[in-house]
C-alpha cells in the first residue's frame, strides 16, 4: 500500500475571477512546496468513480497548509465541480507536491522571466511569493497573457508587487480585450520581445499555459536566441483556444 | 477508497439503457491517443497481414477500397468511462481480408502507424465483428481519430479499436500489446467490465 | 479541443498542427511518486532508441489514453508508460536504455 494519498481540508475559498477560484487546503501534518511544484488532486464520487487532476501550488500557508487556483473549463469533468461545488469544510485527496524540474529554487541569484498564459500564472505567482518570502535579489519578472482585464487571477497582489520596493515588473498581454489605451491582440514574436529580459541577460525562463502557448512562446524564444537549456515549461493540455 | 466528496458526479450519465456498468454516455467524440497523430498518405499506405508460416497478404489503398464495403451504426466504449451511442461507420469487415489467409493460430497482434499495437483473439474479430473502417459519419476518418484507417472492435473496449492500423499478424499465444502490457485487461469486455489485470 | 485556458496566439500554433495536446514530463511526478520518495522527473534517461540523453522531465507526455506515455523529443519513439487502473500504478521502462541520478 503507498501513503502518498493524502487528505486536505477545503479551510478557504475565494473567487479570483468570475470563473478562477483559490482553495486553501490544511493537512494534519506539515507540508512545504517549492515554487512551480504541482499537487494531484482525487476526487471520489459516491459510487466510487474517480477523477485525478493536476494542480499548480499557487502558494504556501506554513506549517500546514497551501494553495491552488483552479480555473473553471465549462465542459470539464473536475474543474467545475472545484470551482462552484466544492465549500470550506468539504476534504479533498491529494498527492504532492511534485516535481523538482520545473521550480525556481530562492538560491539561485540569475535573473528570471516568468511568462504565463491564462491560469498557467498560477505556479508563476507561486515563484513571486518565495522570490518575495526569501528576500531574494534575483531580477524576476513577469509577463501575463490574458484576454482581458476582467481575467486576470491575482490581480490586487500583482498590482501590490508591481507598487513596492522594489517593484515586480509586470507586462500584461491583452488578447481580446484591453483597458483603456492598452493594445489588444494575440501574442506574437513582435509583442513578446521587447516586453522581456533580453537574451543577453541570459535569464531561467519559465513557461506555463494551455499546451498551445507554451509550445509557440518556447519556440520563439529559441529563435530569438535564448539557451534553449534555460528554458522550462510546464503544459497544461489543451491545444489552445484558437479562436 | 478514498474520502467520498458527495456532490462530485463527474461528468457522468449513467441512467441510460445500453451503458455498460461504470460507463456514461458522451455525446462528443474524444480523441485518445498515446502519441502525435501521424500523417498518412493514403498513396503509401498499405495493410498487411502475416501469417504464422510468414505468408504475407497486402492491400494497397485501392485494394482496401475495391474490397466489399459495409455501412453500419454501433456503440463504442472507452476504457477511461465515456460509451459514445450510434456510430455510423463504413469500411471492410475482418472476414474479407481473411478469406483467402491460411492459418490456424488463435490470436493476431494488430499494430499501427506510430508503434502502438494491441491482441485480439480470432473469436473477437470474425464472424462480422470488427472492421478496417475509412469513413465516420459519412465523412473520411480524420487523422485525429485513426483515418485514413482505423481497426474497429465495437463490442471490446475502445483501445482495442486500433487508430492508424497497418497491419496484423498471427500468434499461436495471446500475447499483450501497448495497454495490455501495462495494466489494462488482455481481453476487454465492456460489459464484463474487464478493464484492468 | 479548447482548455479554457487563454491562448490569444497570432498564427496557428505547433499543438494544433499536431491535433492534440500533450504535457511536460513534469507531470508523471505524481504517479512516479508511488515509486520512490525522491523527485524522478529530474533523474537523466536514455532513449533506448536514438541515444539521446534528457531529464524525464522534459519529455513529451501523451496523457489523454487509458495511460500516460512519455516520448523522446529526439526520435518520438516511446520511452515510458505509466498506468493508473484498477487500484495499480504500472511503469513500463522499456524505451529506456538507463535512469540516471544525482546523489546529494
Ligand atoms: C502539471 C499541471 C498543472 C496544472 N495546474 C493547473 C492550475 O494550477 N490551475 C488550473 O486551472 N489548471 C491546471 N492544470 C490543468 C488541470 O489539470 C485540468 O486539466 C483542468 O482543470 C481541466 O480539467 P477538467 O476535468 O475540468 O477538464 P476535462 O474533463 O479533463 O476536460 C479537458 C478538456 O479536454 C477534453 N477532453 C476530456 N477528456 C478527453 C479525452 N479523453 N480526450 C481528449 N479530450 C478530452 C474536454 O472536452 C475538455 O475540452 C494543470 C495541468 C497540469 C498537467
Ligand atoms: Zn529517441
Redesign the pocket.
Known amino acids: 500500500m503507498s501513503r502518498t494519498w493524502r487528505t486536505a481540508d477545503v479551510v478557504e475559498a475565494r473567487f479570483e475571477t468570475a470563473t ?1 477560484r483559490t482553495l486553501a487546503l490544511q493537512f494534519p501534518e506539515p507540508v512545504s512546496s517549492i515554487g512551480g511544484q ?1 499537487v494531484d488532486i482525487r476526487l471520489t464520487a459516491p459510487d466510487g468513480y474517480t ?1 485525478v ?4 501550488v ?1 502558494g504556501t500557508l506554513p506549517p500546514t497548509g497551501l494553495e ?4 473553471e ?1 465549462e ?6 465541480y472545484l470551482v462552484r461545488d466544492l465549500t470550506v469544510g468539504d476534504q479533498v485527496e491529494m498527492r504532492g507536491p511534485v ?1 523538482g524540474w520545473f521550480v525556481w529554487q530562492p538560491s539561485d541569484t540569475s535573473p528570471v522571466q516568468l511568462i504565463g498564459g491564462g ?1 498557467g500564472v ?2 508563476l505567482m507561486a515563484m513571486v511569493r518565495s522570490h518575495r518570502a526569501a528576500g531574494s535579489t534575483a531580477p524576476m519578472q513577469l509577463l501575463y497573457s490574458v484576454r482581458g482585464p476582467s481575467s486576470i487571477i491575482y490581480r490586487g497582489e500583482l498590482e501590490k508587487l508591481e507598487a513596492s520596493s522594489p517593484p515586480l515588473p509586470v507586462e500584461y498581454v491583452y488578447t481580446r480585450e484591453a483597458p483603456a489605451g492598452e493594445p489588444v491582440g494575440r501574442l506574437s514574436p513582435a509583442t513578446l520581445m521587447p516586453r522581456i529580459l533580453p537574451p543577453e541577460a541570459d535569464p531561467a525562463v519559465f513557461i506555463c499555459g494551455a499546451t498551445g502557448f507554451v509550445e509557440a512562446v518556447a519556440a520563439w524564444l529559441v529563435d530569438a536566441g535564448y539557451t534553449e537549456g534555460r528554458i522550462k515549461t ?5 491545444t489552445g483556444d484558437g479562436s | 477508497m478514498g474520502i467520498i466528496s458527495s456532490g462530485f458526479r463527474g ?1 457522468r450519465n449513467k441512467d441510460q439503457p445500453g451503458l455498460p456498468p461504470g460507463q456514461y454516455l458522451t455525446e ?1 467524440f ?3 491517443s498515446a502519441g502525435p497523430t501521424p500523417r498518412i498518405d493514403t498513396a503509401e499506405w498499405e495493410f498487411q497481414l502475416t501469417t504464422e508460416a510468414g505468408q504475407k497478404h497486402s492491400w494497397s489503398w485501392d485494394d482496401f477500397q475495391n474490397l466489399p464495403q459495409e455501412e453500419f451504426t454501433v456503440d463504442i466504449h472507452c476504457v ?1 468511462s ?1 460509451s459514445k451511442f450510434g456510430t455510423r461507420w463504413k469500411g471492410v469487415s475482418m472476414d474479407t481480408f481473411f478469406q483467402d489467409v491460411d492459418t490456424s493460430h488463435p490470436y493476431t497482434m494488430f499494430s499501427s502507424y506510430g508503434g502502438y499495437t494491441t491482441n485480439l483473439p480470432m473469436e473477437d474479430i470474425l464472424n462480422g465483428k470488427a472492421w478496417i473502417v475509412h469513413q465516420f459519419d459519412g465523412e473520411d476518418l480524420q487523422p485525429a481519430h485513426g483515418g485514413p484507417a482505423r481497426l474497429l472492435v465495437p463490442h471490446l473496449y475502445f483501445w482495442k479499436s486500433a487508430k492508424w492500423v497497418r497491419g496484423l499478424r498471427m500468434m499461436d499465444r495471446n500475447d499483450p500489446g501497448f495497454w495490455e502490457t501495462n495494466g489494462y485487461n488482455l481481453h476487454g469486455d465492456p460489459w464484463l467490465e474487464e478493464r484492468y489485470w | ?4 485556458l487563454d491562448d490569444g496566439l497570432a498564427g496557428g500554433t505547433g499543438a494544433e498542427a499536431d491535433g ?1 495536446d500533450c ?1 511536460d514530463g ?2 508523471l511526478a505524481g504517479p512516479l511518486s508511488e515509486f520512490s520518495a525522491g523527485d524522478l522527473t529530474v533523474a537523466e534517461g536514455r532513449c533506448e532508441n536514438c541515444g539521446m540523453t534528457g531529464v524525464l522531465a522534459t519529455t513529451r507526455v501523451y496523457a ?1 489514453a487509458p495511460g500516460m506515455t512519455a516520448r523522446c523529443r529526439g526520435c518520438g519513439s516511446v520511452l515510458l508508460r505509466l498506468t493508473e487502473a484498477g487500484g495499480r500504478t504500472v511503469l513500463d521502462l522499456r524505451g529506456l536504455s538507463y535512469l540516471s541520478i544525482q546523489r546529494d
Open positions: 478562477a504541482h477523477a487532476r493536476s494542480y499548480s499557487a491552488i487556483t483552479v480555473e473549463l465542459d470539464g469533468e473536475v474543474s467545475p516535481g491560469s498560477v505556479p510546464e503544459r497544461y493540455g489543451g | 461528468r462528443s474524444p480523441v485518445l477511461t465515456w | 479541443m479548447s482548455l479554457g492534440q504535457l513534469n507531470a489523454h
